[in-house]
């Protein structure tokens, strides 16, 4: 009974949602309504064709009735996905899709054009060139002048730069990266802050299933000397190449990098197996944090080498360069932490008793209180910490009252440790009277008040924010008139 009340369900539900998801037009111009001119498809029809056709871009344009009650974003999507806009390794889709009753139009982009085609530049295009001619009645103009626009902008100098920069950004010969991923490397993993100058590396990426270090080293050499071409002002140059079968990898560097990288520049991922964060994405093929994981590790590398080459001194003495992980994994560093817990611990402690039990030789008490501490400060520094800064509080309260100071440490000489901190206990710290301390009734303070302000800080990370598209639509822009 329950699989037949199932079965009803996902058949009425799919009913619902077929009601609202039109035929896959069969031009890349459909007006269901009627308010373009022959002309005015006829044209779009042809240049469209002749942009997937020139660039693989396909790209509809779509005029219907109404939204059918439905909300304008996730319709227009629900329609990018039925209808499969664009190729699928390349998620090169774009639906321009308006409706006239309920006055709303929406853009959407693939993942593989978002870098040509921004959310801003189609906004801007459709504040200027689309949302005014509809205002007028006017949607020949407003859909051509739109849908122009776009055109020009895959076609343009812009666009041009962008593939340029994409196809070395990201060599993919095999196919290998799904435009999401390249997408990623190209907007997310391509910068890097390096240094004790805080300087920029560009990263660029090389994948293809098989060969060796060296063949992968050889592979790379035209890319490389393009990219050397193509950027010749970008100081500091990096990239990474990758076999996803035989799982070896490849690094080309600017010159001036290359003597503060002491891990090999080819050869197998095996020599990086005690990265674990590394070995388990090699494992799941994540190629996206493949890469990251070799940028890091080389990064690293080049952080800590610079450093040393700047300043060595500082470096042998233990003090941290620019980077936290090496405050952790830094021999020196370590080396320097241990000898201040000894000294700390061990040989401070030590140091005390010794002049302590020498001074108060006579004054079993105090040498028992010594032993004690030395053993706290050994086993429970922290304890042995708070009470030397009680004794040391209570002492500097002392010293604040007038009087004999000399006769103060003859009293305190007498009296011995033990006696001082039986005193110090007494009240609020005692008062001299005569040779002994003595604790006096009543003590008063002046009050003094302080005010403390809270400060919030903030920080925003600013990278690549992706909107959708593809098999998956979202990405581009909506607005009604």
Same mark, same amino acid.
């Given at each position: 009974?329950?699989?037949?009340?199932?079965?009803? =369900?996902?058949?009425?539900?799919?009913?619902?949602?077929?009601? =609202?998801?039109?035929?896959?037009? &069969?031009?890349?111009?459909?007006?269901?309504?009627?308010?373009?001119? *022959?002309?005015?498809?006829?044209?779009?029809?042809?240049?469209?064709?002749?942009?997937?056709?020139?660039?693989?871009?396909?790209?509809?344009?779509?005029?219907?009735?109404?939204?059918?009650?439905?909300?304008?974003?996730?319709?227009?999507?629900?329609?990018?996905?039925?209808?499969?806009?664009?190729? *699928?390794?390349?998620?090169?889709?774009?639906?321009?899709?308006?409706? /006239?009753?309920?006055?709303?139009?929406?853009?959407?982009?693939?993942?593989?054009?978002?870098?040509?085609?921004?959310?801003?530049?189609?906004?801007?295009?459709?504040?200027?060139?689309?949302?005014?001619?509809?205002?007028?009645? @006017? +949607?020949? %103009?407003?859909?051509? #002048?739109?849908?122009?626009? /776009?055109?020009?902008?895959?076609?343009?100098?812009?666009?041009?730069?962008?593939?340029? %920069?994409?196809?070395?950004?990201?060599?993919?010969?095999?196919? /290998?990266?799904?435009?999401?991923?390249?997408?990623?490397?190209?907007?997310?993993?391509?910068?890097?802050?390096?240094?004790?100058?805080?300087?920029?590396?560009?990263?660029?990426?090389?994948?293809?299933?098989?060969?060796?270090?060296?063949?992968?080293?050889?592979?790379?050499? @035209?890319?490389?000397?393009?990219?050397?071409? &193509?950027?010749?002002?970008?100081?500091?140059?990096?990239?990474?190449? +990758?076999? &996803?079968?035989?799982?070896?990898?490849?690094?080309?560097?600017?010159?001036?990098?290359?003597?503060?990288?002491?891990?090999?520049?080819?050869?197998?991922?095996?020599?990086?197996?005690?990265?674990?964060?590394?070995?388990?994405? /090699? &494992?799941?093929?994540?190629?996206?944090?493949?890469?990251?994981?070799?940028?890091?590790?080389?990064?690293?590398?080049?952080?800590?080498?610079?450093?040393?080459?700047?300043?060595?001194?500082?470096?042998?003495?233990?003090?941290?360069?620019?980077?936290?992980?090496?405050? =952790?994994?830094?021999?020196?560093?370590?080396?320097?932490?241990?000898?201040?817990?000894?000294?700390?611990?061990?040989?401070?402690?030590?140091?005390?008793?010794?002049?302590?039990?020498?001074?108060?030789?006579?004054?079993?008490?105090?040498?028992?209180?010594?032993?004690?501490?030395?053993?706290?400060?050994?086993?429970?520094?922290?304890?042995?910490?708070?009470?030397?800064?009680?004794?040391?509080?209570?002492?500097?309260?002392?010293?604040?009252?007038?009087?004999?100071?000399? *006769?103060?440490?003859?009293? %305190?000489?007498?009296? #011995?440790?033990?006696?001082?901190?039986?005193?110090?206990?007494?009240?609020?710290?005692?008062?001299?009277?005569?040779?002994?301390?003595?604790?006096?009734?009543?003590?008063?303070?002046?009050?003094?008040?302080?005010?403390?302000?809270?400060?919030?800080?903030?920080?925003?990370?600013?990278?690549?924010?992706?909107?959708?598209?593809?098999?998956?639509?979202?990405?581009?822009?909506?607005?009604?008139?």
């Amino acid at each position: 009974m329950k699989q037949l009340f199932l079965f009803l =369900f996902l058949f009425i539900s799919s009913l619902g949602y077929s009601k =609202f998801v039109p035929e896959v037009p &069969t031009a890349h111009c459909t007006d269901r309504v009627g308010v373009l001119q *022959k002309t005015t498809i006829d044209s779009l029809n042809s240049k469209l064709q002749q942009l997937q056709q020139e660039t693989g871009t396909h790209f509809l344009v779509y005029v219907d009735d109404s939204l059918y009650g439905e909300n304008l974003e996730e319709y227009v999507n629900k329609l990018f996905n039925s209808w499969e806009l664009g190729e *699928k390794d390349k998620n090169n889709g774009i639906l321009f899709a308006l409706f /006239i009753k309920d006055r709303a139009f929406r853009v959407a982009v693939g993942y593989g054009l978002e870098g040509m085609l921004p959310d801003l530049k189609i906004n801007n295009f459709q504040n200027e060139l689309l949302i005014p001619n509809l205002k007028v009645g @006017n +949607y020949d %103009a407003g859909i051509f #002048g739109l849908t122009l626009a /776009i055109i020009d902008q895959l076609n343009g100098a812009e666009a041009k730069a962008y593939k340029t %920069a994409i196809r070395l950004q990201v060599s993919d010969p095999n196919a /290998i990266l799904d435009e999401k991923i390249k997408n990623e490397l190209f907007y997310q993993e391509n910068e890097t802050r390096f240094g004790v100058d805080y300087e920029t590396i560009y990263n660029f990426y090389h994948i293809q299933r098989s060969g060796s270090g060296e063949d992968l080293n050889a592979q790379i050499e @035209n890319q490389w000397n393009e990219i050397q071409n &193509t950027y010749p002002t970008k100081k500091y140059k990096i990239l990474y190449a +990758y076999s &996803t079968i035989d799982k070896c990898y490849a690094i080309r560097m600017s010159p001036e990098l290359i003597p503060w990288v002491k891990t090999p520049l080819f050869g197998s991922t095996q020599i990086f197996k005690k990265d674990s964060y590394l070995q388990i994405n /090699i &494992t799941d093929s994540s190629y996206r944090y493949i890469f990251a994981g070799i940028n890091y590790i080389i990064y690293g590398d080049l952080q800590k080498n610079q450093y040393i080459d700047y300043h060595p001194i500082l470096y042998y003495l233990g003090l941290p360069f620019l980077d936290d992980y090496y405050m =952790f994994h830094s021999s020196a560093i370590t080396i320097s932490l241990w000898i201040l817990f000894i000294y700390s611990s061990l040989i401070l402690p030590l140091t005390n008793l010794f002049v302590l039990i020498f001074l108060y030789k006579e004054d079993k008490a105090s040498r028992k209180a010594f032993i004690g501490w030395t053993i706290l400060n050994v086993f429970a520094p922290l304890i042995g910490m708070l009470l030397q800064i009680r004794i040391l509080y209570k002492l500097i309260k002392i010293l604040k009252k007038r009087g004999d100071y000399l *006769k103060y440490l003859s009293e %305190a000489r007498r009296l #011995g440790i033990m006696g001082h901190i039986k005193e110090f206990n007494k009240g609020g710290g005692g008062s001299y009277s005569g040779s002994t301390y003595s604790s006096s009734g009543s003590s008063s303070y002046k009050s003094s008040s302080y005010s403390s302000s809270s400060s919030s800080s903030s920080s925003s990370y600013s990278g690549y924010s992706g909107g959708g598209g593809g098999r998956t639509g979202g990405g581009g822009s909506s607005g009604r008139w």
